[in-house]
């Protein structure tokens, strides 16, 4: 009896040590919030797959040649044509800056290409938590198991195989999934990709992209017709190719907006390199305890059938207790507002420049940080006022805004060049040499979020409603540019609708701002004053 204590107590021993470990692994993804985490690195490989090709990098790289040839050309005119403070001579003095920085990213994104294919390849993200947690609670229930035959006294052969060829398999995952190449090249991406991946650096690209376009507007239609001689062809070249240009920029620079979010998850997953060694060393620890106990001959003798169950619906509850924690609950706060509905259409009194701003319906663009009573805007190169921080608008085929229904976008919404084609509510403008223009969906083309009809609603003198299911289209993509956001939410210097009502002339003004989120104009806010007559339906 003596003997058969002494091996059920070092039987005892590996058991629960296999226990611990099989808990360990089981936890790791809570511990390190994979669940969450994971799948975000997921969708940022997914997203930024289009972008790390040598041919779209190459692209990309060709471009700002073009435009670095334009510049070079535009500086070569005439002063009179370029004056230094118009958005031509802003270029100039900042294109040094932008070219060696983009080409920096640039040349950042090429060499990581090889690493990018690399963690691509490895199992989707999603499964990764599961990569622990399955194995660890199957070493868990071993482990409890083997310690219930220690204690019975029953021979467990079976179990300590079982222990070995689980110790082995997850040894082997590594290797199966080549981690021990990919995942150190998947750390160095991460540690290049960690200046590109920040708000500052996405704010700093946004406005690249505004320099330029600014420039190609001011050159095509300004300094160009006043030349009086035909441009030098590089001008030509750039302002011909501008659209294409801006159509694959934009996007480029919404991926790197909407990963910000997604690359900082990852980031702080523990390093790439070290995720082999995850499996490596619990899986020698198996193997090294549960070898001596494939070769015990028998088994001492006890029971603890109950505490095994005990211990096992333990485990189980801790795993559901973790599985819960990973998902969530978000509330939809409504905009609410009492008064009386004014269902109808909102026509608008078309926008007109003036020596100072302008007049009518306009929208304007708020840069990030700014603020909507005093800027800084962005300039449109497109626009027809003397101050080109102002667009105006023009009522589209409905005469202005509707309320009580919707003025869905056409299918499809955009032509062959990226302008947006939409019409009911305002005729579309050109804004960076492409045209956007306005609707309301059922369904927000940006986040896919279903939206209320649009509703305004009068108080007294006042105006306030629900705006959210408004969008802007351009250049191949959507802005939602309600107010509030479908689903309530008002981010950043999302304000309004606020507005006046006279019953007597039908005369009303409407005001709102709504701050972008996610795409190449993240943090961007439309600021939009629509002015006009009130229609009932």
């Known amino acids: 009896m003596s003997s058969a204590a002494a ?23 809570a511990v390190f919030q994979m669940f969450s985490r994971a799948p975000k690195g997921g969708d940022m490989i997914e997203q930024f797959r289009p972008y790390m090709t040598t041919g779209k990098i190459d692209r990309f790289r060709g471009y700002l040649d073009e435009i670095d040839a334009a510049d070079k050309a535009a500086s070569r005119l005439p002063p009179s044509a370029t004056a230094s403070g118009g958005a031509v001579g802003e270029l100039h003095r900042q294109w040094p800056g932008i070219d060696a920085d983009m080409g920096d990213m640039l040349a950042t994104m090429r060499t990581d290409i090889g690493r990018f294919r690399g963690v691509s390849a490895l199992p989707p993200f999603v499964l990764f938590p599961w990569f622990f947690v399955i194995p660890g609670l199957i070493a868990a229930a071993l482990g409890l198991l083997a310690l219930r035959a220690t204690r019975r006294g029953t021979p467990r052969l079976g179990l300590h195989r079982a222990m070995v060829v689980l110790g082995l398999g997850v040894l082997a ?53 006043a030349l009086g001689t035909p441009p030098d062809v590089a001008i030509t070249t750039f302002m011909r190719d501008w659209p294409r240009i801006s159509n694959e920029m934009a996007p480029m620079i919404g991926t790197m907006a909407d990963n910000v979010g997604n690359f900082a998850a990852v980031d702080a997953l523990p390093p790439f390199w070290l995720f082999p060694w995850f499996f490596v060393i619990p899986g020698l620890l198996i193997v ?37 924690g990973c998902g969530g609950s978000t509330k939809k706060a409504g905009a609410g507002a009492t008064g009386r509905k004014l269902v109808g259409t909102f026509r608008l009194t078309a926008g007109t420049c003036g020596a100072q701003g302008a007049t009518g319906s306009t929208f304007r663009m708020l840069q990030p940080g700014g603020k ?7 300039i449109n190169g497109d626009s027809s006022c003397a101050d080109k921080t102002w667009t105006t608008l023009r009522p589209g085929r409905d005469g202005g805004l509707r309320t009580g229904s919707y003025q869905a976008q056409p299918t499809p919404p ?53 705006l959210s299911a408004l969008a802007a289209s351009w250049n191949g993509q959507h802005f939602n ?7 309530g939410a008002r981010p950043g210097n999302t304000t309004g609708p606020t507005g006046t009502y006279d019953a007597a002339t039908h005369h009303y003004t409407l005001e709102w701002s709504s701050q972008i989120v996610g795409g190449p104009f993240n943090n961007f806010t439309g600021v939009w004053h629509l002015e006009g007559t009130f229609e009932p339906a």
């Open 372 to 378: 909507a009573g005093t800027g800084p805007f962005v």
């Open 414 to 466: 955009f032509d062959a060049t990226g302008n947006a084609v939409s019409n009911g509510i305002a005729q579309p403008q050109k804004w960076f040499a492409v045209a956007f223009s306005l609707a309301t969906n059922q369904k927000d083309p940006q986040t896919g979020t279903a939206a209320p009809v649009p509703r305004v609603v009068l108080s007294g003198t006042s105006l306030s409603g629900d």
């Open 7 to 29: 091996q059920g107590r070092r039987g005892r021993g590996p058991a629960i040590a296999v226990i611990v470990i099989g808990v360990g692994l089981a936890l790791a993804p």
């Open 173 to 225: 995952a590594p290797a199966m999934f080549q981690m021990c190449t990919r995942a150190p090249g998947g750390a160095a991406m991460i540690d290049d990709f960690r200046p590109l991946m920040t708000e500052r650096k996405v704010t700093t690209v946004q406005g690249y992209f505004l320099t330029i376009g600014a420039a190609e507007g001011e050159l095509r239609n300004q300094v160009v017709p």
């Open 481 to 487: 540019q309600g107010a509030p956001k479908p689903g």
């Open 288 to 324: 090294g305890l549960a070898v001596p106990g494939a070769r015990r001959r028998r088994a001492v003798d006890g029971t603890a059938v109950t505490s095994a169950k005990h211990s096992i619906a333990a485990v189980l509850t801790l795993v559901a207790v973790v599985g819960a």
